[in-house]
């Protein structure tokens, strides 16, 4: 009897223990559980401060576009280029309106030889010039100039009323360029047109020139065009490279930029106006400065 109550007592004395142990089992599990919580939270905070700190590097990091300014359109090409390319109208550069003329410009001449009966030569030239600057959400300016110029270039093929049209890649003047060459008829003859569009790191260069034979006159040789247009671009080339303290960047666009001083600041808009059409939106009716010349 007294045996089997000791043994009773022994039995309830380790349910007792037993269930006195669970409480503590649980509340070291709750310290556990959050020590871990508390670490998980302040890695997550690291976290997303780095990625966030990242970001913000990555957005600064824009380089700066390469010319700061552009040379005044009127004077990029020499009083030679002008008597050679407009003989009668070296001195009618007339500048066309911009409302900044740190990121567009443009130039034209027009010249009409009237040799009486026995016909007029005319010839038209234009000069355009458009910067693009540094974009931290669409890119650097050379970027931008880039993308510019490959659907500059693709407008000059697509002009109506065109015949003959050609087009191809010219070497030696800047970063990429390329000529097209095409014929338009109108009532006082038939032009001759060059658009050569050139990029010169962040600037787009747009040279056009046409000739014709006026009165009956022959019309000039396309290749003589082509030939004095070409010398025109790079004339113009160099000009946005020395505007910007730079040497001879004429025959290689990648030595201009390097050469050149680079801009002082990343705008957060690029390229103000960056739908300028320049000369060769003029060029599409190349007999325009022809008639108000008649």
């Not at 401060?49 to 010319?67: F, H, I, L, N, R």
């Not at 030889?113 to 669409?138: I, P, T």
């Not at 030696?172 to 014929?183: F, I, K, M, R, S």
Request: hydrophobic residues 30%.
């Amino acid at each position: 009897m007294h045996r089997s109550v000791q043994r009773h007592r022994q039995r309830l004395t380790r349910v007792l223990v037993g269930v006195a142990a669970v409480p503590v089992m649980l509340v070291a599990s709750g310290c556990s559980s959050d020590s871990g919580d508390g670490s998980g939270d302040d890695a997550k905070k690291e976290s997303g401060s780095s990625a966030s700190s990242s970001a913000t590097e990555a957005a600064a990091v824009v380089k700066e576009a390469t010319y700061a300014k552009l040379p005044e359109p009127c004077k990029v090409f020499s009083s030679k280029t002008l008597k050679d390319l407009v003989p009668e109208g070296a001195g009618s550069g007339k500048e066309g309106k911009s409302e900044d003329v740190g990121t567009r410009g443009n130039c034209s001449w027009d010249s009409l030889d009237n040799k009486g009966v026995k016909g007029s030569q005319f010839r038209w030239l234009n000069v355009s010039l458009l910067r693009f600057e540094s974009d931290e959400s669409r890119g650097t300016g050379e970027k931008l100039a880039s993308e510019y110029y490959a659907k500059h270039a693709e407008d000059a093929r697509a002009v109506e009323d065109a015949k003959n049209t050609k087009s191809q890649p010219v070497s030696g003047t800047g970063n990429e360029a390329t000529l097209v060459t095409y014929d338009l008829k109108k009532k006082e003859g038939t032009f001759r047109q060059q658009t050569l569009v050139t990029r010169v790191e962040n600037v787009v260069v747009t040279v056009d020139y046409n000739g014709a034979g006026l009165a009956g006159d022959d019309s000039p040789k396309a290749a003589d065009l082509t030939k004095s247009a070409q010398k025109a671009a790079k004339e113009a080339v160099q000009a946005v490279v020395t505007a910007n303290g730079g040497g001879d960047g004429a025959t290689a666009g990648s030595d201009a930029g390097a050469s050149a001083s680079p801009s002082k600041s990343a705008s957060k808009s690029s390229g103000k106006g960056s739908d300028l059409g320049g000369g060769s939106d003029d060029s599409a009716s190349p007999d325009k400065s022809a008639t108000e010349k008649d």
